[in-house]
């Protein structure tokens, strides 16, 4: 049984421990979704971020810094974005739907790309593809969205949302785990009135909260697990200690083979004393 003590002991053990992380990360995206940091000061990507790290919950919205070379022949589109420009300058009072153009940067220090939203556009046709260069962007640090879209039409350059496992076949580099809303290209900020219109803080997307769900989910279902796994090993413990028993009290029951038996030392009812028919028998011979 010792074997099943310290498994049973291991899996309860692994079940606690990833329902309490997934609990952390839970709350980890609920605190990020009340912060705002799109007014702090910028820090360098690789602080927070690296190219094989899950995306840190607790800074969704930090300004970061990077510098890289642009990706111009993997430029995308991302549908249903407002019109981020001022009343004053657009054409409508409405904020219509438009397009993000978005191209990757191959991050300087790393063997990943991290795709940067360039701006807006109101047309899924790039006005001015960067060149294949080296880059400085300073931007608000997002992470990838996951509300189950789908992809119409997937042979072609624009996407229903900024997913990162959906770029894995339009991107020919390893991807960071989000993505980077441009605020400055160059030490130059962005403006409304430029083509592709910059994107601003307040027209980021919400922190989806069914990504925060999930990780609650997760952690119920680890938790359930890990009572599922203590009940078994509860119930396998009882059922060898009840087939002990009942087979200790089994072998306790039978015949004592020392004791006396049909032929020991009580005398029969055909008690003989010599040669000749027994003394009170009631058989007759």
């Known amino acids: 049984m010792l074997g099943v003590h310290a498994l049973g002991i291991a899996a309860v053990t692994i079940a606690m421990l990833a329902g309490v ?22 820090v360098a ?21 990077l510098t890289g070379d642009w990706r111009p022949e993997e430029t995308f589109f991302v549908a249903d974005r407002e019109d981020p420009r001022p009343a004053g300058t657009r054409e409508g009072a409405d904020r219509e739907p438009g397009w993000w153009v978005v191209t990757p940067v191959a ?30 962007v300073t931007g608000w640090l997002q992470p990838s969205e996951g509300r189950g879209l789908t992809d119409d039409d997937p042979t072609d350059d624009v996407l229903p949302e900024l997913r990162i496992a959906s770029l894995t076949q339009r991107v020919g580099i390893d991807l960071f785990s989000g993505y980077v809303v441009a605020h400055a290209v160059d030490g130059g900020e962005l403006d409304a009135g430029d083509v592709p219109a910059a994107v601003g803080p307040n027209d980021l997307p919400e922190v989806g ?74 058989r007759e011979r």
């Open 107 to 136: 991050v300087d220090g790393t063997d990943s790309a991290i795709p940067v939203v360039r701006g807006w556009v109101d047309a899924p046709v790039d006005p001015a593809p960067p060149a294949a260069a080296p880059v400085e």
């Open 21 to 42: 992380w997934q609990f952390e990360a839970w709350e980890q995206r609920r605190e990020a979704e009340a912060r705002d940091l799109s007014e702090s000061a910028p």
């Open 45 to 65: 990507l690789l602080s927070v971020l690296d190219g094989d790290d899950a995306f840190p919950g607790e800074d969704v919205g930090r300004p970061v810094e």
């Open 209 to 282: 909260i069914f990504t925060a769900l999930r990780n609650l989910l997760y952690a119920i279902e680890w938790w359930v697990f890990g009572v599922f796994a203590a009940f078994i090993w509860w119930r396998f413990g009882r059922d060898e200690v009840v087939a002990a028993a009942e087979l200790a009290e089994l072998s306790g029951s039978g015949p004592d083979p020392t004791g006396p038996g049909p032929t020991g030392s009580e005398e029969s009812d055909d008690t003989r004393v010599g040669p000749g028919p027994a003394i009170g028998s009631t």
